[in-house]
């Protein structure tokens, strides 16, 4: 949790195979429970799409930051499709610009490979 809102992170390689789009339907529950939740409250979901540094090879992206921007909208498209309002979401990929961990080391990639829903109160957004 920061200051303004509740950060949860989904480590992308359980919703997605390496360069990849398509959501694993076994984090499908997943999904379901946190969309469940979310739209009892009131809140915005900022859906953040995040890779390491790893150049891309044999994708359909062509870098990092179109591979993040797309896993954000797959997830957001997602969160709309089992009820979230459109005006409640917004997705963004920020590529390897904002690690979690080193990239020096398989570990570090790891997390840095993920997905981030920010969890804004809509008591908030006006001092945002």
């Not at 709309?80 to 990929?93: D, F, P, Q, T, Y």
């Not at 990239?103 to 981030?116: F, K, P, Q």
Request: net charge positive; glycine share 8%; aromatic share 4%.
């Amino acid at each position: 949790q920061d200051e303004r809102a509740l950060r949860i992170v989904i480590q992308s390689r359980k919703l997605f195979e390496p360069g990849a789009i398509l959501l694993n339907p076994h984090y499908d529950a997943l999904l379901e429970t946190l969309a469940a939740r979310l739209r009892e409250q009131p809140v915005r979901v900022a859906v953040e799409g995040h890779t390491d540094q790893t150049p891309l090879s044999g994708s359909s992206f062509p870098s990092n930051l179109s591979l993040s921007a797309a896993r954000a909208a797959a997830v957001g498209e997602r969160l709309l499709s089992l009820g979230m309002e459109k005006s409640r979401i917004s997705v963004a990929g920020f590529g390897a610009e904002r690690p979690a961990a080193s990239n020096a080391t398989v570990e570090g990639r790891g997390l840095n490979r993920r997905i981030v829903l920010r969890v804004i109160p809509e008591a908030y957004l006006d001092v945002l």
